[in-house]
């Protein structure tokens, strides 16, 4: 098993004790690659201080440290994670690697020809800047790992392979896809206990995600509120894995996305906040105000919280 000395965050290296509270999944903006630079009015108004205004309330609040899951393919714009992160004191980790989007003229990239641009985010920084990618990740979701994101996983398998970072995993749990994503994983001779499943608690089936976590994995349970299960039953799917004796692999977030697109309404107007806002009010808070309490009523321990928020995703991050 590998270990990092230090992590990098947008504003450059820390050490695992840096990290302290911290949200594994998480996302300051979402849209597709150049948005930002080419139509930033589609993120409404003042996006960047926004951005900073919403964590610094998660800073207050106690959140110290966000994963940021903004790939190349879901707008990541690195000066900007780098501002927000100056300017509300949170720290960032933001990933490399690809989420579902790959464009017509990727699909005769290589594997390793990918992975070199991906081993380059981490050692020399985003082109064009000097802030480095602190972790990697691969995607598939209900179609499976179709032939271009499998090229994707691969790259971010060897990537991996090359610089001991680990690799979180948007999954789709409804369709069991983590079998097969781990089955390539394998094959690439990927560490597991190096892997976040993520999106796990988008079912409450515990056969499966037992079955994920006996491979050695995270689970990331990071969709909250979420859609599909409600957000009782989900603390409930967590509680039910702790009390099981897997509280050291569970990796709680939100899947928040702070600035994304305002779509226009039927009536012509631009709304001041975006759909998944309005879905979500809370925003990175929610787990401060609804999940905690509810996992302390079921009768998680002050050290259970410290395990999920603290010690599991330090240990993701930098290694045992
Ligand atoms: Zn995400």
């Known amino acids: 098993m590998t270990s990092a000395a230090t992590i990098n965050t947008v504003l450059g290296p820390i050490s695992p004790a840096q990290l302290g509270f911290t949200l594994v999944h998480e996302h300051v903006m979402v849209s597709t690659s150049g948005l930002y630079q080419s139509y930033p009015d589609l993120l409404g108004r003042g996006p960047e201080a926004r951005a900073i ?7 207050e609040a106690g959140i110290d440290t966000i994963i940021d899951a903004t790939t190349f ?3 990541r714009h690195a000066p900007l994670l780098a501002a927000v992160s100056k300017g509300s004191g949170v720290n960032i980790i933001n990933v490399t690697g690809w ?4 464009p017509r003229f990727l699909r005769g990239v290589g594997a390793s ?9 981490v050692r020399e920084g985003f082109r064009g800047t000097d802030i480095k990618a602190g972790l990697l990740k691969c995607a598939a979701d209900i179609d499976g790992v179709t032939p271009p994101l499998e090229t994707m996983a691969r790259a971010v398998a060897r990537a991996h392979r090359e610089t001991g970072l680990p690799i979180m995993v948007h999954s789709h749990p409804g369709t069991q896809l983590a079998r097969r ?3 390539i994983f394998r094959e690439e001779g990927v560490d597991l206990t190096r892997v976040k499943i993520d999106h796990s608690n988008d079912t409450t089936d515990t056969e499966y ?5 006996d491979q050695g994995c995270f689970l990331g349970f990071d969709r909250y509120p979420g859609r599909m299960v409600s957000p009782r039953m989900r603390t409930l799917t967590l509680k039910k894995l702790m009390d099981e004796g897997y509280t050291e692999r ?3 977030s939100h899947d928040c996305i702070c600035l994304h697109i305002h779509n226009e309404q039927p009536d012509g107007s631009i709304p001041e906040q975006h759909d998944f806002f309005r879905s979500n009010p809370d925003q990175y808070l929610f787990i401060h105000r609804h999940v905690i309490p509810q996992l302390r009523e079921l009768g998680a321990t002050e050290a259970d919280i410290q395990t999920l928020f603290v010690g599991n995703p330090r240990r993701f991050l930098a290694g045992a």
């Open 53 to 59: 205004a919403t964590l610094k309330r998660a800073k």
């Open 73 to 75: 393919d879901l707008g």
């Open 99 to 102: 989420w579902l989007d790959v």
């Open 113 to 121: 020809q990918m992975a070199r641009e991906f081993i380059r985010d």
């Open 181 to 183: 994503q781990i089955e």
């Open 209 to 213: 995600l037992k079955w994920i976590l």
């Open 250 to 252: 569970l990796c709680v």
